[in-house]
């Protein structure tokens, strides 16, 4: 088995291989390239240094939008996964139509986000005209907008992600924490969270960097309004780089950092949560 | 183990075939052109900034294609994206060989794809030197359609409410007769203007062409075409304007930023308002309204003399040839648009189908009725307003002032309102710095 894996390995993987290195390796080694030069269009750049970072650092709705980003990745990490795992402690109950509950919560997971963003801005702005404002006229409204959209969409997946730990939990464990006289509480905090660790690392970090990647719901909810207040890390690179004339070597420079910021802060999360996985 | 062979290989063809695809459709875009007529020398991909005309360009290619056996490819930008889909396009090695600029603005990131024009046939047949787009000596750019833009109106409304357009002389007078319809409007059955939708479909009436006006006006002052420092004389009168239009539209001032173009044009075609602001190119949208009841006015924001402005008339597009295609494309090129504005079906095209209003000697009475209209004026002698909004910084100018213009709607008050002008006058000087 071993050999014929290692035989038929190159069929497998180098389409998918070559398909990441000409939709990843190339586009991103070109762009760090990118980053520094003065340019129109990609293939025809003419290099400037770091001219291009000093403006983006300069630049006060970049320092805005990264902590709007960050509050709302933080924000939407606690309520997806607090939401995502009180589900699939529920779903994994004995009660009737569990499979029905599971399909249903996963499916907006299947809608793109352009979608569902201009979906939940009809909805909202339904709701909000009621009381003569609108999305687009306050930041915090598309904060909380967001959230709940993306609540919306990934709180199924995450959730599908829990069951499959919680199912993974071996029956003697809890047999023997049952035995001990544990509570349901103590159950669940002493035995459930730690043997289920690893899918929390996962969720965790699909959420942080989800919430940090955010464009398209961005884009469709509120693109930025009220003057970009509203405006993600990703939306302000978007509109850097076709803003201004001359402009686009900047927004490549702010892809450059938000890639770096995201990163570092994918891995701290990693590391941390991976510290408290038990070996099973 | 033969089954599974045989598994393992249809699995990864399936694999391959998936990547094939993906990658075929992309480049497909760019280079369809390849597989057809290889006898003809160059070929033309068209890079259309019209989704209005999209249709109509399709046709005309086919129809060259037939005549010369060139082979000639048309895409269209969707509304609002078109420097976005140049950048790309022009990155790929089947660039566009012809495009459009909307002006100096945009003749500044692309001067150096600019072919040079002076000398083509085409640039002969242009009626006034002035529909050149001009780079130092260079000849970068040929406008190929002349538009107006104002107030269209409803006539049959309009009377129904006891007005015509003779009573609107100016601001004075067209504010009196939009109070008046608002006022009445419940009795009437309609408002006086459509939405003043904010979303990115319609805001630019409002942040570009609207704010042509007080741009206009000052540059005439100043007897200048353009400034890196704004100076907003005329900011109080695009602030009596924009609260005439919000005031009195179909809907309430606090839901513009979510309304939409196809809002505004919905409004107007079902007879719920009298007045919306857009141009000649609108007419197809809009001529189920009728003819005979079409109308357009200029748009007046109460400056002295006003009486004798007209419409705003100039254009955003100029066409230009990519001077990084090969020498044959480019000929290709020139002598594609040359037969757009010579030829029989060419001109048809552009005049009868498109309504475009084209400023070469072939040009055909038009069958546009808001063009006729905006005509008028022009036969009467009154001064059209240039376009000057294509001397705007950069996008961001424009979308700073459009945010402030819908938060200024919501809650309109003075602060408000300084927040426009400041979007206008230190926004302009400090995107006029930023853009290099």
Redesign the interface.
């Known amino acids: 088995m071993e050999k ?1 894996m290692r035989r ?1 390995m190159p ?2 993987v180098l ?2 291989f ?2 990441f290195i ?1 939709g990843f390796i190339i586009p991103f080694v070109m762009g760090i390239g990118l980053s520094f030069c ?1 340019f ?5 750049a003419r290099f400037v240094g770091l001219s291009n970072y000093v403006e983006a650092f300069k630049d006060t709705i970049f320092r805005h939008s990264f902590w709007y980003t960050a509050l709302f990745a933080v924000a939407s990490l606690i309520v997806i996964n607090v939401l995502a795992f009180a589900l699939a402690l529920a779903l994994t109950q004995k009660l009737r139509g569990t499979n029905i509950f599971r399909t249903i919560f996963f499916m907006p997971n299947l809608i793109g986000g352009i979608v569902l963003g201009y979906i939940w ?1 009809l909805i909202f ?1 339904g709701i909000l ?1 009621r009381y ?6 306050n930041e915090w409204y598309g904060f909380w907008g967001l959230i709940i959209l993306v609540s919306w969409q990934q709180i199924g997946y995450m959730m599908i992600i829990y069951i499959a730990g919680l199912q993974a939990i071996p029956g003697d464990v809890m047999e023997a924490a049952q035995i001990d006289g544990a509570s349901r509480i103590q159950k669940l905090f002493r035995v459930t969270i730690p043997m289920m660790m690893p899918s929390i690392t996962i969720c965790m970090f699909l959420s942080i960097t989800n919430g940090f990647k955010l464009f398209d719901q961005n884009l469709s909810l509120t ?1 930025g ?4 207040m509203s405006e993600m890390m990703a939306l302000n690179i978007f ?1 850097t780089f ?7 070597g900047v927004g490549q420079a702010k892809a450059v950092i938000f890639f770096v910021i995201v990163v570092a802060i994918g891995l701290i999360q990693l590391r941390a949560t991976r510290s408290k996985e038990v070996q099973q | 183990m033969k089954t ?1 062979r045989v598994l ?2 249809v ?2 063809a399936a ?2 075939a998936g ?1 094939a695809a ?2 075929g459709g992309d480049a497909g875009s760019g280079s369809s052109g390849n597989g057809g007529d290889q006898s003809a020398k160059g070929k033309v991909y068209y890079l259309n900034f019209k989704p209005e005309a999209d249709e109509y360009w399709q046709e005309l290619a086919k129809a060259y294609t037939e005549e010369t056996g060139v082979e000639v490819t048309v895409l269209t930008a969707a509304s609002g994206e078109y ?2 889909t140049l ?2 396009e ?2 790929k090695t089947d660039a566009p060989t012809l495009f459009q600029v909307n002006g100096p ?1 945009g003749l ?3 001067k ?2 600019c072919y040079d024009l002076s000398g083509s046939e085409i640039a002969g047949q242009l009626t006034d030197d002035s529909f050149a787009l001009m780079d130092g000596d260079k000849m970068a750019g040929i406008a190929y359609v002349i538009e107006n833009y104002g107030i269209i109106y409803n006539k049959a409304l309009l009377e129904k409410a006891g007005y015509t357009a003779d009573d609107i002389t100016d601001f004075d007078s067209f504010k009196k007769v939009v109070e008046d319809i608002t006022a009445r409007k419940d009795e009437l059955g309609f408002c006086a203007f459509t939405s003043a939708g ?1 979303d ?1 479909s319609s805001d630019w009436r409002f942040k570009t062409h609207l704010a042509n006006l007080p741009i206009y006006y000052e540059y005439k002052d100043e007897g200048i075409n353009t400034t890196d420092a704004i100076k907003g004389t005329y900011l109080d009168n695009y602030r009596q304007i924009w609260d005439l239009y919000i005031n009195n539209a179909t809907c ?1 001032p ?2 513009i ?2 309304k939409t173009a196809d809002d505004a044009t919905a409004d107007f075609v079902t007879e719920e308002a009298v007045f919306y602001q857009n141009g000649t190119w609108e007419y197809n949208n809009i001529a189920d309204v009728g003819d005979e009841n079409l109308g357009i006015l200029p748009i007046y924001i109460g400056v002295d003399g006003e009486e004798n402005q007209g419409v705003c008339t100039g254009t955003e597009n100029y066409w230009c040839v990519n001077a990084k295609a090969s020498e044959d494309d480019i000929q290709a090129t020139l002598d594609f648009i040359n037969w757009c504005v010579t030829s029989e079906t060419g001109v048809n095209a552009m005049c009868k189908e498109m309504g475009f209003v084209i400023p070469f000697p072939s040009n055909l009475e038009s069958e546009n009725t808001l063009v006729n209209e905006a005509n008028k004026y022009m036969e009467e002698g009154k001064t059209p307003v240039t376009w000057v909004f294509s001397t705007m910084p ?3 100018w424009k ?2 002032v459009g ?2 213009l ?2 200024y709607a ?1 809650d309109q008050t003075d602060a408000n309102w300084e927040k426009v002008v400041s ?1 206008f006058v230190d926004g302009w000087a400090t ?1 006029a710095a ?3």
């Open positions: 014929a038929y069929i497998f389409p998918t070559f398909a000409l003065e129109t269009t990609v293939t025809d801005q702005n005209s003569s404002t609108a999305l687009g006229l693109a309004e009220p003057a970009k509109n076709y803003g201004r004339t001359g402009w686009e | 599974r393992s290989a699995l990864a694999m391959i990547l993906g990658c420097e976005k950048k790309s022009m990155a603005v500044a990131s692309w150096d794809y904010m990115g309430q606090t839901e930023s979510t950069s996008e961001e979308n700073g945010s402030a819908t938060a919501a979007a995107e930023a853009s290099k």
